[in-house]
């Protein structure tokens, strides 16, 4: 089983260097960048798992590409992930040259983790088309993008995206391109898009017996579209990487533990305490670098590295 780490880095946290470093020499396989671009002052919505505000962290977060991008920098073998990048709030050829750079110069670390988002809102600022249809317009960025990715020069022609020949270099090390992995609630929607398109899952929330059934979900899709199932992954968000609950992921069919780090109490949670602790994490203030550390030991010895 692969661990992997999700923290969302700010001005008030641990750094992205001191983190990375950190993560990769207690044997950690990735870390997961989370996004927001902005967050409004006054939103018209409700935070989605409490109903109140939105907590701070959430206009908080550093861009993941930069943050990354120093990651890669000081670190040899760690990969690096966006969990999730919300592509409707970006371009296709901005997005598409940030990925491929990051993957070139980290020497093909990176995995493109990617979601649509909840603050419409948000999206309507940066691309009103994309707001009204996000999983539409995602499908063909991401298409578009892999065009840019394992060709000199490309094209595209959709009804929300569109461009003329382009040339986008440098190109990703990982051909044709990097992991795409969708951030996504189990639905059978979701598995026929994965199954299409992607080559992993990633989810938090969700429980053993949920990803074994979407899981089935996800090979019963690629059966009947003759791919192997074999070429998609799961990852899935966790507060706790005992080896019971490894064991138990790894009998549905998850590939990789990402443990969500974000003011983590440094002791063991029961799966069904995970909701309750999680809006209790993201509405605390801020963990210091040396509550992170602490963390990070106690859940380096729960995951078995």
């Not at 992997?4 to 960048?33: C, K, M, P």
């Not at 991008?69 to 670190?75: N, Q």
Request: some cysteine; glycine content about 8%.
């Amino acid at each position: 089983m692969k661990i992997g780490a999700q923290l969302a880095v700010t001005t008030r946290t641990i750094d992205a260097v001191t983190l990375a470093r950190e993560l990769e020499s207690r044997g950690f396989e990735s870390y997961w960048a989370p996004e927001h671009t902005v967050v409004p002052k006054h939103p018209g919505i409700a935070f989605p798992m409490t109903g109140g505000e939105i907590p701070d962290v959430y206009h908080q977060m550093a861009d993941p590409f930069v943050v990354l991008s120093m990651m890669t920098a000081v670190t040899s073998s760690l990969r690096v992930a966006t969990g999730v990048c919300l592509v409707p709030e970006h371009t296709p050829l901005t997005l598409a040259k940030a990925v491929s750079t990051l993957d070139a110069f980290s020497g093909g670390r990176f995995m493109f983790g990617l979601g649509t988002g909840w603050l419409r809102e948000v999206t309507e600022l940066h691309n009103p088309a994309a707001a009204a249809k996000p999983w539409g317009y995602t499908i063909q960025a991401v298409a578009a993008m892999k065009e840019l990715w394992a060709n000199e020069s490309a094209r595209y022609d959709g009804d929300l995206v569109a461009f003329p020949e382009m040339v986008c270099d440098p190109r990703p090390i990982q051909r044709p391109h990097p992991p795409v992995i969708v951030g996504a609630q189990p639905t059978p929607v979701a598995a026929r898009r994965i199954a299409t398109w992607a080559d992993g899952w990633l989810a938090t929330g969700v429980t053993p017996a949920q990803v074994a059934e979407f899981r089935a979900a996800i090979d019963a899709e690629c059966a009947r579209i003759g791919r192997d199932p074999s070429e998609v992954s799961v990852t899935v968000g966790v507060r706790d990487p005992g080896e019971d609950i490894r064991e138990a992921y790894a009998a549905a069919g998850v590939e990789r533990l990402m443990v969500l780090l974000y003011n983590h109490p440094g002791t063991r949670i029961p799966l069904e305490d995970w909701a309750a602790v999680g809006v209790a994490t993201l509405s605390a203030p801020p963990p210091t670098p040396d509550e992170t550390l602490r963390a990070l030991d106690a859940v380096t010895a729960m995951a078995g590295l």
